[in-house]
C-alpha cells in the first residue's frame, strides 16, 4: 500500500482550535511538501483533496473518506469533521472571511467564518474583513494563507486587525 509505504515519512500537523478543513490541508501539506494532487493520492482520495480546500463539499466528505484522509494525516476523523461546516448549516465559499483579531492569538482559517449566519467574530466583537482593507483583493483559499499577508501587497493579516469595525450586539 502506498499509504503504508510513505507515512513514515510524514510530519504530523496539529489542528487549531476551530481551524478549516482548506488551511489544515494546506498546512499539512506545506509540512510534507505535497501538492493537492500528491496528498489526494497518498490517501487514495483522487481529487477531492483540491475540492475541499476550496470548501466545495457537494457531495460532502463522507465517513469513509475522512477515515482514508485520518490516517494519512494522523488526525482522528471526529476531529476532522469539525473542519467541515456543522450538517444542515448554510456556508459561503466566497468571500473568504477573516477575523485579523482572532488569526493573531491563533493563525488559522476558522471554518464559522464561512457560515452563512455568521456576520462578525463574537470574540473580538468585530465584523470579519472579506478583502484587504488596504488594497481590496479578495482573500485565497485558506489553504495558500500560510504566509499571513495579503498575496497582492503583503499588508500583513496582523496589520489588517486595526482596520476591523466594531459591531454592537444588541442583545
Ligand atoms: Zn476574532
Ligand atoms: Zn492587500
Redesign the pocket.
Known sequence: MEVENIKPWLFRVQPYQGESLSHFLGRFRQANDLTPTGLGKAAGLGGAIARWEKFRFNPPPSRQQLEALAKVVEVDAHRLAQMLPPAGVGMKLEPIRL?A??YMESPCHKIEWQLKVIQG?D??K?SLLSECPNCGARFKVPAVWLDGWCQRCFTTFADMAERQKEIYVDN
Open positions: 477575523c483579531a482572532c467574530c470574540r473580538h468585530l
